[in-house]
């Protein structure tokens, strides 16, 4: 297939070409000085974009078919690669930048490209020049960290031309073939530890060129319109969350949008404890989750997209509510800025309202959720219209339960086993009272019983979800073998009470700055389980695991521990600290 030999080959001329741009940086001294606001932390080369640029261009030339399209496309490309060279070269201001921006979205757009999203071709051309110019700086953006836009980059590209070869197109996936070759060529020397850098000039071009090819998808053999309003979307999600996460952050915090910082998906993910390269990989782990989602609404009726894709959604937003926590700015600039935003973020019932707009969410997806599997993804009309009827009634109903039976008393972050009782009182009483009125407003015709009895099993995993959904994401991003930068290894002698108290405050509480190895304990009979994840040792244990991991304190969590094992601790060299809790 040509596809398969274009990218070939434009993969071994990226290669070539990355070597030679590498050489070239270093011998002009085109190179990227560290700073405070950026991430690396030595000189390296920036002229991997054009290694990018030439090496697609070259692979175009040669291999890819004469589409009108392909030509606007390359034609705004390249005005967007020598803008950014002359920015990596020489910098110039971010307004400049902006204007070629727009002027090579309406080259495309004057071509006769744009995503169909509405019936008015204007409006579908505003979108479209919007949607062109979001995705370049969407991509300069992610462009943060080592490997990291080059790699949600192909996985983009190989989306992308799987999606044109399910629509017929093989023409048009040669494009994303020879443009994902031209990335990856560049990646082998982009990934950690990177000696090259894409630049201005490779990420705006990317950018621009990854949007621009989505637009050439034929939408008229997509099955529905929600495939067409979503495959884009959906394949280039992470560019989308990351940029999105940077202007909401740096706005509540007073910064400059066009500033440079560390405080992007990728940074928050280290600072949370993980590894440069696993927070990549987390990365690239959910652009393939939302890659195939795109491809799945394809294949998908409608109104099982409506319900899969508003909980993928959700799944996103909880994770940008929980990377958000994260400290990045001091405090004397998060107290700077907007006014308007200040006062919305410092509102005291803030939490609150999202809490109670968030269950209205739930509670209306576990509800279509449960007619649609009820009747297997496809819903007839006359249970459609009941849904629809009934939605405000139900809604209504649950939302009272749930705050006559304590929902929105507790704090997620802290949630418990006794705050799950809570959630399952309400859900069951809500469920039963509002599937009785629904019955009864029908004389108990029409409805399906299975709906009500498949909404409270629905709704009881969505609300819990929901709040225990940073303990999860924090088990999921953190786990258990993340470490903070700077944090000791400790052991923690006391594998009861004392113990798991101990270790939920280091783990909760990033200011200690210690990393648990493991549990030691006087009852031998322990030794060999797990507690909170962490493996409960054998006393003879410690002298090798001292050496191995290199501690240097060990964490005495009980106050009943003898003297005489106290001792036999400080002879090994480590400093005992225990915990103390106080009531005055």
């Known amino acids: 297939m040509r596809i398969i030999l274009a990218s070939f080959c434009t993969l071994l001329l990226a290669v070539i070409l990355t070597l030679v741009a590498r050489a070239a940086s270093r011998r002009t001294g085109v190179v990227a000085v560290p700073r405070l606001d950026r991430w690396h932390k030595s000189p390296t080369p920036m002229l991997g974009g054009a290694a990018i640029y030439f090496a697609f261009m070259i692979g175009f030339v040669i291999f890819a078919p004469r589409l009108p399209g392909a030509y606007a496309i390359v034609a705004g490309g390249t005005l967007l690669f020598v803008v950014g060279l002359v920015d990596d070269i020489a910098n110039i201001k971010p307004y400049a930048k902006l204007v070629a921006q727009l002027v090579a979205s309406a080259i ?69 073939g020879i443009l994902g070759a031209a990335v990856l060529g560049f990646l082998f020397f982009n990934f950690k530890p990177a000696s090259i850098f894409m630049g201005d000039s490779g990420s705006m071009f990317l950018g621009f060129a990854l949007s621009g090819t989505a637009l050439l998808s034929d939408t008229g053999r997509f099955r529905s319109l929600t495939s067409v309003l979503l495959t884009p979307v959906l394949i280039l999600m992470i560019p989308i969350f990351d940029t999105c996460m940077v202007t909401i952050t740096r706005k509540l915090a007073g910064r400059p949008i066009s500033r440079g910082g560390r405080d992007h998906t990728s940074h928050r993910l280290v600072a949370l404890g993980m590894s440069e390269r696993r927070a990549v990989l987390m990365l690239y782990f959910f652009a393939g989750m939302s890659g195939i989602l795109a491809l799945m609404v394809r294949l998908w009726e409608t109104s099982l997209v409506l319900l899969l894709v508003p909980a993928f959604a959700l799944l996103v937003i909880f994770l940008g509510l929980y990377l958000g926590k994260v400290r990045i700015y001091e405090s004397a600039q998060q107290i700077t800025g907007y006014r308007l935003i200040n006062a919305v973020r410092e509102f005291s019932y803030t939490r609150r309202i999202f809490e109670v707009l968030l269950d209205v ?193 060990v964490l005495i969590s009980s106050f009943k521990v003898p003297e005489s094992k106290l001792d036999n601790l400080r002879t090994m060299g480590v400093c005992l600290r225990k915990l103390s809790i106080r009531i005055e």
């Open 108 to 176: 495309i757009v004057r071509f006769g490209l744009h995503l169909p999203w509405v019936n008015y071709q204007w409006i579908n051309d505003v979108l479209t020049i919007f949607w062109l110019v979001g995705m370049t700086n969407a991509i300069n953006l992610l462009d943060n960290m080592d490997g990291l836009a080059g790699g949600v980059s192909v996985i983009s590209c190989v989306f992308l031309a799987v999606t044109f070869l399910l629509n017929g197109q093989t023409s048009e996936a040669v494009l994303p």
């Open 361 to 553: 969410v739930l509670v209306a997806l576990a509800y279509y959720g449960a007619y649609v599997l009820r009747w297997d993804g496809t819903l007839p009309d006359e249970q459609m219209a009941i849904f629809l009827k009934t939605l405000p009634v139900l809604i209504i109903i649950e939302m009272t339960f749930f705050l006559l039976g304590g929902v929105y008393r507790g704090f997620w972050h802290y949630a418990t086993v006794a705050d799950l009782l809570v959630i399952v009182k309400s859900v069951l009483a809500g469920s039963v009272m509002s599937g009785l009125a629904v019955f009864a407003s029908y004389g108990f015709r029409g409805p399906s019983r299975a709906v009500f009895l498949l909404n409270m099993l629905l709704l009881l995993v969505f609300i819990s979800a929901s709040r225990l959904s940073f303990r999860l994401l924090r088990a999921l991003i953190v786990g258990k073998g993340a470490a903070r930068p700077g944090a000791k290894p400790v052991l923690i002698y006391g594998a009861g009470d004392g113990g798991a108290l101990l270790i939920r405050e280091i783990l909760n509480n990033a200011e200690h700055q210690y990393t648990p190895i493991g549990f030691i304990d006087d009852d031998d009979r322990k030794a060999g389980r797990l507690m909170h994840g962490y493996r409960i040792f054998e006393s003879g244990e410690v002298p090798e695991l001292i050496r191995n991991y290199g501690i240097s304190e």
